[in-house]
C-alpha cells in the first residue's frame, strides 16, 4: 500500500505550523486554560442565546453530553486548536437540537413520516462502503443525508441574519477547508466535501451518543459506557433526524453508511424493524494501516499527545469486535430480508455489477440510466478519488502476520479475498 510521501515543501509547512500550534498550546496551558472543565450549563445557555429559544424538549443528551467533555478534558489532552473545536462542535449540536425541536413544535406532522425500508451499508473502514454508497447514490430514487445537512439541518431563522440566500453549503465548504489546513492530509485519505453524502456517526453525534467522539478523541472511558449502554437511544435520533430532514425534502428511499453500524446492529433492528443491510468485506490486514492512518490525522490538530502504536492496537482491537459482530450476524440480523455481501474486490473489478446484484438480492429495479451514471462516476473518480498512500506497519506498531491470524475466522467465514 503506498501513500505519497509529502514534499519538502509540504513537510516544511506542516512542521511550520506545528511549531506555532506546540508553542500556542504551551502558553495556554501554563495559564491552566486547558484543564478548564468544559461547562455544559454554559454551553447550553449559548445555544440558547444563540438560537433565541430554549426548548430543547427531550433532554436525555446531557449525561452523554457531561461524560463526553469530562472524558475530553481528563483524558484526550486537548490541544488549544482541540478545546476551541469541541466547544463550536457542541455549541452546533446544541443548537440543532433546539432548532429541531422549534420546527417539531411549529410541525407536529414531522415525527409521524415514514422511514421505509431503509438501506444500511457497513464493514470495515476504509473497506469501499463510500465507494459503494456514493454509486447508489446514482439512482434518483436513493437519498442519503449530505455534509452540509448534517452540519446544519436547517435553515437560517430566529436568530440567524435573514437577508440573502441559503448559505449552508458555502459555509460548510469553507469549515472543510478551514480542516484541511489544519490535517492537510486528511484530503488524500478521505475525500469529503460540502455536498458529499455524510456517514450516520454525525446525525448521532448530536444527542453525544456517536464513536464518531471515539476516532475524534483519545477517550477510553467514554467509548467503555457507550459500549455498555448501548445505541438504541442514538438510533431513535437517528430516525427524528431523518424525518426532518425529509420533512423538507421528501425522497424515496434512505441509503444510510457507516462502518460504526456494527455495533447498533440490536438498535438497528429495534428502530428500524424493516432495515435492508449490506456487509461489505475487505482484508481486514489492508484495513487497519489505512484506519489507524485516518485516525492519526484525525485526531493531531485537537491533541498535545499523540501515540500512533496505541493507536494500532486499538484499531485492531475496535476492528476485531467488528468482524466479530458480522460473525455472530452472518446472513441474518433478525430483520425481514437477509443481509447482503459485497466483496471488495469484486466492487472495484465490476461497479455495475455489484450494485446490480444488491438491487436484485432487495427486489429493487437497476435502470439503465442510473448504470450509465455509475459508469461515469468510476470513470471520472478511478480509486474512488482516493490518493497513493504508502503505509508501514511499524509505523502503528503492528506486525502482519499476527494480525493476520487475529482476522482468520472472519476472512475464512466470508471468503475475502
Known amino acids: 500500500m503506498c501513500y505519497r510521501r509529502r514534499g519538502s515543501q509540504g513537510v516544511e509547512r506542516l512542521l511550520g505550523q506545528s511549531l506555532v500550534l506546540a508553542v500556542a498550546d504551551g502558553a495556554a496551558d501554563s495559564l491552566g486554560l486547558l484543564r478548564r472543565p468544559l461547562r455544559v450549563d454554559a454551553l447550553l445557555a449559548r445555544a440558547c442565546r444563540r438560537c433565541r429559544v430554549s426548548d430543547f424538549g427531550d433532554t436525555g443528551f446531557l449525561d452523554p453530553l457531561r461524560r463526553l467533555l469530562s472524558a475530553c478534558v481528563e483524558e484526550a489532552s486537548l490541544s488549544l486548536v482541540g478545546r476551541m473545536a469541541t466547544r463550536w462542535d457542541m455549541i452546533r449540536f446544541l443548537s440543532n437540537l433546539l432548532w429541531l425541536r422549534d420546527a417539531e413544535i411549529r410541525e407536529p406532522t414531522i415525527l409521524s413520516l415514514p422511514i421505509e425500508r431503509p438501506i444500511f451499508i457497513t464493514g470495515l473502514p476504509r473497506s469501499g462502503t463510500t465507494f459503494l454508497h456514493r454509486l447508489l447514490l446514482k439512482d434518483p430514487a436513493n437519498r442519503a443525508p449530505l455534509v452540509w445537512e448534517t452540519i446544519y439541518p436547517y435553515p437560517p431563522q430566529r436568530g440567524w441574519p435573514r437577508r440573502g440566500r441559503d448559505r449552508r453549503i458555502a459555509r460548510v465548504a469553507r469549515q472543510l477547508r478551514a480542516f484541511e489546513r489544519l490535517a492537510p492530509e486528511f484530503s488524500a485519505l478521505h475525500p469529503l466535501h460540502a455536498t458529499s453524502p455524510q456517514e450516520c456517526s454525525e446525525i448521532t453525534a448530536h444527542v453525544f451518543r456517536s464513536l464518531r467522539f471515539d476516532t475524534t478523541y483519545r477517550i477510553p472511558s467514554y467509548r467503555a459506557w457507550l459500549d455498555a449502554d448501548g445505541h438504541v437511544p442514538a438510533y431513535r435520533f437517528h430516525r427524528r433526524f431523518l424525518q426532518h430532514l425529509q420533512h423538507q425534502v421528501p425522497g424515496e428511499r434512505w441509503v444510510l453508511k457507516c462502518p460504526d453500524h456494527l455495533f447498533a446492529l440490536d438498535a438497528i433492528r429495534a428502530v428500524y424493524p424493516d432495515a ?35 493507536i494500532g492496537r486499538q484499531e485492531s482491537a475496535r476492528w476485531l469486535e467488528g468482524t466479530r459482530r458480522m460473525l455472530s450476524a452472518g446472513d441474518e440480523a433478525g430483520l425481514p430480508e437477509k443481509i447482503h455481501h459485497v466483496q471488495h474486490t469484486a466492487l472495484v473489478a465490476d461497479p455495475v455489477g455489484t450494485v446490480a446484484a444488491l438491487y436484485r438480492h432487495f427486489g429493487l429495479e437497476l435502470t439503465a440510466a442510473t448504470s450509465a451514471a455509475i459508469e461515469d462516476h468510476v470513470r471520472r473518480a478511478p480509486r474512488g478519488g482516493y490518493g497513493p498512500r504508502d503505509y508501514h506497519f511499524e509505523d502503528h506498531g503492528l506486525n502482519a502476520d499476527a494480525e493476520r491470524e487475529k482476522f482468520r475466522a472472519y476472512v475464512q467465514r466470508f471468503g475475502v479475498g
Open 276 to 310: 435492508r443491510l449490506v456487509f461489505v468485506h475487505r482484508d481486514p490486514v489492508k484495513v487497519l494501516l489505512s484506519v489507524a492512518k485516518l485516525t492519526e490525522v484525525v485526531r493531531r490538530p485537537f491533541t498535545r499527545r499523540l501515540d500512533p502504536h496505541e
